[in-house]
């Protein structure tokens, strides 16, 4: 009987499905899902990956049995170094490949990514994987990697799971995206309801998304105004403010509040910028009509009206 007989695929797909299933509504973390893999693979590594390739960054990873060192530096550096990113964005969603059949690691000899990321590991040439879902703006991956010795035993029963276990992994994401709007709308009604100040709503590119009944005054006043869909202010020194906040909340993860006042003919004004709290659904994209990635509240309000109240 083979070690990795059809009852042991059987067991092994059940398994993942259902660790997908209580992962996408937060019922346990992603990286029980690369665990499972690694314990029916024993030698394998595995990682689950969501590439933003607009803003240069990993929205999303985890991993079982890689060096915390290596992903680290894939993180911060290599993995905009790594050519099978291209690879994967030509691919249809849920396609499965395997390395040693459709591309070797060892073709990519000299490469940075080859030499300095691959290699030092020894352990990691071959692979099987899995594209989830993604477009030119970012890739959703899940790919198993193990040693070039075990690519006989591994390939093949690898990439059966992996294919019986997408249309899972892509139910988990329209479940996410799904959850991820009625959250964005949630927090937009909260925040704009009955408020004597102007309200905006904004997302992590400084876009305007909502706003209440005072906003809509304010707009017309010209106290603030949208160009190109953003919010913008009147007061050039507020607006560069407001404009390096969310580029610095973009880069740093900024949470909590932060407050600027600036001068108007009619008197002060302050303008407090909040970050909603948003729960994590890491399989999000950050791709043209995804749901927003980050909520800001901006509230313009007269430091007289302050000061009386």
Known sequence: MSLYDAEH???????L???????????????????IFTSYFPGARAILLNHDKIHQ???????SNFDPLFIDSYNQYYAYKNPWIDVWSDKKSGTVLIAEE?????????????????????????????KIEGDDDYLMHLPIHYPLAMTKLYDKPVAE??????????????????AGKAWEAAASATATL??????????EEGRLKNGNQCAEEALIRGTVFSRAERLRFGNPTTDKWFSMLIKTRHSSDFIGRSCHVFSTRSGDLMVEVLALPKPEWPLLPRSK???????????????????TH
């Open 289 to 307: 009509g995804s749901v927003m990635n980050s909520v800001y509240l901006a509230r313009p309000m007269r430091v007289s009206d302050m000061v």
């Open 161 to 178: 799971v992996l294919r019986r276990i997408r249309t899972a992994l892509l139910d988990a994401v329209r479940v996410t995206r799904t």
């Open 17 to 35: 499905i259902e660790a997908i299933e209580q992962a996408a509504w937060s019922k346990c973390d992603w990286n029980i899902v690369t665990d």
């Open 57 to 63: 960054e990993l929205c999303f990873s985890r991993q």
């Open 9 to 15: 695929l059987d067991r092994t797909s059940s398994e």
């Open 102 to 130: 459709n591309y070797p690691a060892r073709m990519y000899r000299g490469t940075e990514f080859y030499e300095d990321w691959i290699l030092p590991q020894a352990e990691v040439e071959g692979a099987v994987g899995l």
């Open 194 to 203: 009955s408020s004597r100040e102007p309200i905006f709503i904004v997302d």
